[in-house]
């Protein structure tokens, strides 16, 4: 089994700066995916360092340096099972995640079973006409909003997910 660590928004300078909980999360998975919004490369560096195998996008609130170093989109695929990873600047937590869609065109990027998100801050995990939707919510916690990420597990070409408290709203 493969186990994924799906986090973003975490708005960080240092990778150090992220919550110890969350950090020990990256850092225990096979694959870390972080779906944007670090705020500075040396967070997007740190993780890398951390993580045994890391895929990160950039987010609407990375500065101009950060979104020419990594990618707005990414495919992730683990055992079979196909995942884009993005960070749409565009939409809020009531937007349909359906939405993303057109970001994967499958003339593109092929099939997929689900879509890692970032952007609203609200966690999801939902699917929708057969497409998994995962949104691993804030990674950090802030006031009434707890600090969450994404866990998904692959085994034999089938996908697992469900979302993790890491530290209450303060």
Not at 81 to 88: N, Q, S
Not at 107 to 113: E, Q
Not at 118 to 146: A, C, D, K, W
Request: proline letters at 9%.
């Amino acid at each position: 089994m493969t186990r994924i660590v799906v986090t973003g928004d975490t708005h960080i300078r240092r990778w150090d700066q992220a919550h110890p909980a969350l950090r020990d999360a990256v850092a225990a998975a096979d694959i870390a995916v972080h779906c944007g919004d670090w705020v500075h490369l040396d967070a997007v560096e740190g993780f890398r360092a951390a993580a045994r195998r890391a895929v990160v996008v950039h987010g609407n609130s990375d500065p101009p340096e950060l979104r020419r170093a990594i990618p707005y989109r990414e495919i992730l695929e683990v055992d079979g099972v196909r995942i884009g990873v993005t960070h749409p600047a565009w939409g809020g937590p009531e937007f349909p995640p359906e939405q993303l869609l057109p970001d994967f065109p499958a003339s593109a990027y092929g099939r997929l079973d689900a879509i890692c998100y970032g952007h609203i801050h609200e966690p999801l995990n939902e699917t929708v006409n057969g497409m998994r939707f995962i949104n691993p919510g804030q990674g950090y916690p802030s006031f009434m909003v707890p600090g969450t990420y994404a866990l998904i597990e692959v085994e034999r070409g089938r996908l697992r997910s469900e979302i993790i408290e890491f530290a209450p709203a303060r």
